[in-house]
Protein backbone atom coordinates (compact mmCIF):
# COMPACT_ATOMS: atom_id res chain seq x y z
CA UNK A 1 0.00 0.00 0.00
CA UNK A 2 1.34 3.64 -1.18
CA UNK A 3 -0.97 5.87 -0.35
CA UNK A 4 -3.61 6.93 2.12
CA UNK A 5 -6.93 6.77 -0.11
CA UNK A 6 -10.00 8.41 0.89
CA UNK A 7 -11.67 5.08 2.01
CA UNK A 8 -8.74 4.60 4.35
CA UNK A 9 -8.93 7.93 5.51
CA UNK A 10 -12.69 7.80 6.46
CA UNK A 11 -11.83 4.74 8.36
CA UNK A 12 -8.47 5.98 10.39
CA UNK A 13 -11.81 9.28 11.19
CA UNK A 14 -13.79 6.29 12.99
CA UNK A 15 -11.07 5.25 14.82
CA UNK A 16 -9.95 8.45 16.07
CA UNK A 17 -13.50 8.79 17.64
CA UNK A 18 -12.82 5.91 19.66
CA UNK A 19 -12.34 6.47 23.68
CA UNK A 20 -9.26 4.30 24.58
CA UNK A 21 -9.54 4.93 28.18
CA UNK A 22 -13.10 2.94 28.39
CA UNK A 23 -12.92 0.08 25.86
CA UNK A 24 -16.73 -0.54 26.98
CA UNK A 25 -17.45 2.87 25.00
CA UNK A 26 -18.79 1.94 21.60
CA UNK A 27 -19.80 4.18 18.40
CA UNK A 28 -22.88 3.96 16.56
CA UNK A 29 -23.34 4.99 13.11
CA UNK A 30 -26.95 5.86 12.69
CA UNK A 31 -29.00 5.68 9.11
CA UNK A 32 -28.62 9.68 9.31
CA UNK A 33 -24.85 9.99 9.04
CA UNK A 34 -22.78 10.82 6.14
CA UNK A 35 -22.45 7.32 3.60
CA UNK A 36 -18.67 7.66 3.79
CA UNK A 37 -18.96 7.17 7.49
CA UNK A 38 -21.41 4.15 6.98
CA UNK A 39 -19.16 2.42 4.54
CA UNK A 40 -16.29 3.05 6.67
CA UNK A 41 -17.86 1.79 9.73
CA UNK A 42 -19.00 -1.17 7.22
CA UNK A 43 -15.03 -2.02 6.39
CA UNK A 44 -14.12 -1.56 9.95
CA UNK A 45 -16.47 -4.33 10.61
CA UNK A 46 -15.49 -7.11 7.67
CA UNK A 47 -11.99 -6.25 8.30
CA UNK A 48 -12.20 -7.02 12.54
CA UNK A 49 -11.58 -4.26 13.96
CA UNK A 50 -15.21 -3.84 15.47
CA UNK A 51 -17.73 -5.87 16.82
CA UNK A 52 -20.70 -4.78 14.73
CA UNK A 53 -21.74 -3.44 10.99
CA UNK A 54 -22.85 -0.43 12.49
CA UNK A 55 -20.07 0.55 15.13
CA UNK A 56 -20.15 -1.63 18.37
CA UNK A 57 -17.13 -1.59 20.18
CA UNK A 58 -13.23 -2.33 19.38
CA UNK A 59 -12.55 -5.69 18.67
CA UNK A 60 -8.76 -5.97 20.19
CA UNK A 61 -7.32 -5.37 16.61
CA UNK A 62 -9.87 -2.44 16.66
CA UNK A 63 -8.03 -1.55 19.82
CA UNK A 64 -4.41 -2.02 18.15
CA UNK A 65 -5.23 -0.06 15.14
CA UNK A 66 -7.10 3.15 17.10
CA UNK A 67 -4.27 3.39 19.41
CA UNK A 68 -1.80 3.83 16.74
CA UNK A 69 -4.18 5.98 15.24
CA UNK A 70 -4.44 8.48 17.57
CA UNK A 71 -0.69 7.92 18.39
CA UNK A 72 0.02 8.59 14.76
CA UNK A 73 -2.63 12.15 15.02
CA UNK A 74 -0.86 13.20 18.21
CA UNK A 75 2.70 13.35 16.52
CA UNK A 76 1.43 14.62 13.35
CA UNK A 77 -0.43 17.77 15.32
CA UNK A 78 0.93 21.32 15.30
CA UNK A 79 1.08 21.21 19.16
CA UNK A 80 3.20 17.81 19.25
CA UNK A 81 5.96 19.44 16.74
CA UNK A 82 5.72 22.72 19.30
CA UNK A 83 6.97 20.63 22.13
CA UNK A 84 10.30 19.03 20.35
Keep these: MNAFTSD ?8 A ?3 LSNHLEGLKVHNN ?11 LHEKGL ?8 LTSLGIDAAEHTQGLLTIL ?4 ALLT
Design 8 to 15: LIDELEIL
Design 17 to 19: LYN
Design 33 to 43: ASIKAQKAITR
Design 50 to 57: ISEADGGY
Design 77 to 80: SPKA
